[in-house]
C-alpha cells in the first residue's frame, strides 16, 4: 500500500526530541518497508518550532518570516528523523512534492517538513497524500484521535471513532495561526474534502501498531471518511 504518514512535532519533539518515540518511528517504517509498503513522511515543528516562533513573534518579526524559522524547524526535524532511518530515507528533507514522490518511486522514505510561509505540515501531509495519490494518509499525534472539542480543555470532550470531512471542517473552523493548537489545521481538512482521500488520526502509542492496522487490525484512532 502506498501511504503518507504525518508525524506530529508534539511526538517528536515534545520538549526535548523523544528518543523513544523516535526509535518506534525507525522500526516501524523499517517493518513497512520489508512488507513493501511505499511510504512518505511528513514532520511537524513540535515546541522546537513554537519556542522559535514565539521568540520571533517577541522581536516583532513579520508573520511570514515567522512562518520561514518555523519551517527550519521542521527541517530540522526532519532531519534528524533521515539520519535515524539511515540507508532507507532520501538523505535529505524534500522542498517540493515532486522530489519527494521521485524518492518515493526509487524505492526511499522521503521526509518533508515545512515547504512555504503560510501552510502547516499537516496542509504539506494532505497535499503529498494527494500528489503521491497515496491510497492512505495517517497523522499521528499526542491525541488518541479527533474528539468534539480540546480534551485538554474541555473534560466533557469525547472521541470520535469516525468523522466525515465535513464534519471535521466545522469542527476546525477556519481561523489558524502558526504554532496553534488544533487537531488539524483547515487548510489541511480542505483538502481532505476535496481528494476525499481515507484518512486517519492516531495517537503515538499505535506507532509499532501501524504494519498490522493496515492489515485490517482495529485501532484505536478516529477514521475521516465519507
Ligand atoms: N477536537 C480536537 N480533538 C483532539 N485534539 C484537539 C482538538 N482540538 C484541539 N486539540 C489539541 O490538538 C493537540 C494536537 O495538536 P498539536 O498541533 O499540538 O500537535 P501536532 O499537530 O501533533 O504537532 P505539530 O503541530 O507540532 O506538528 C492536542 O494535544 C489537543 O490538545
Ligand atoms: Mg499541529
Do not use: W
Request: hydrophobic share 45%; with cysteine.
Amino acid at each position: 500500500m502506498r501511504i503518507t504518514i504525518c508525524f506530529g512535532g508534539s511526538i517528536l519533539v515534545p520538549g526535548n526530541p523523544d528518543l523513544d518515540c523516535i526509535r518506534d518511528i525507525v522500526r516501524t517504517v523499517r517493518e513497512l518497508k520489508s512488507r513493501n509498503h511505499e511510504v512518505l513522511i511528513v514532520v511537524g515543528g513540535g515546541e522546537l518550532a513554537r519556542v522559535y516562533i514565539n521568540a520571533a513573534r517577541e522581536l516583532g518579526i513579520p508573520g511570514v518570516d515567522q512562518d520561514q524559522i518555523g519551517i527550519a524547524a521542521t527541517r530540522l526535524n526532519a532531519q534528524l528523523l533521515i539520519a535515524a532511518l539511515g540507508d532507507i530515507a532520501d538523505p535529505t528533507p524534500a522542498t517540493v512534492f515532486e522530489k519527494a514522490v521521485r524518492a518515493m518511486l526509487r524505492g526511499k522514505v522521503p521526509i518533508m517538513g515545512g515547504t512555504t510561509p503560510g501552510q502547516t505540515t499537516d496542509a504539506v501531509a494532505a497535499m503529498l497524500a494527494q500528489v503521491s495519490k497515496s491510497e492512505l494518509l495517517i497523522f499521528f499525534t499526542n491525541v488518541d484521535g479527533v474528539y468534539t472539542a480540546d480534551p485538554k480543555l474541555d473534560p466533557n470532550a469525547k472521541k470520535l471513532d469516525r468523522i466525515t470531512p465535513d464534519e471535521l471542517a466545522k469542527l476546525v473552523g477556519t481561523e489558524f495561526k502558526p504554532g496553534m493548537k488544533t487537531i488539524m489545521d483547515p487548510v489541511a481538512v480542505k483538502i481532505i474534502q476535496r481528494s476525499n482521500i481515507k484518512t486517519i488520526v492516531l495517537g503515538k502509542h499505535e506507532i509499532p501498531r501501524l504494519p498490522e492496522i493496515l492489515n485490517g487490525a482495529k485501532h484505536t484512532g478516529t477514521l475521516i471518511a465519507r
